[in-house]
């Protein structure tokens, strides 16, 4: 991993910046889901391996959706 992104799963300034992006994104996410990223924008505690796996998840998908959103829509030219 480059020295200038650090890896989110132990830094906390970057976990709480793709949190935030995550919520402020506009992507589909149920209650729990936005409810355990707003906890990583304020928690500095390590996260458990549940949670590392969760949040490896939820950016597997907001990757998904930022795919989706660069896509052109239908009559864009």
Do not use: H
Not at 30 to 55: C, I, M, Y
């Amino acid at each position: 991993m480059s020295e200038d992104i650090k890896n989110p799963l132990t830094d906390y300034e970057t976990r709480r910046r793709l949190s935030l992006a995550m919520l402020c994104s506009g992507m589909q996410l149920r209650p729990r889901a936005a409810q355990f990223l707003g906890g990583l924008t304020v928690d500095r505690n390590p996260l458990s391996e549940k949670q590392a796996n969760w949040f490896l998840d939820l950016m597997d998908k907001f990757s998904e959706f930022d795919q989706a959103q660069r896509l052109p829509k239908a009559g864009d030219e």
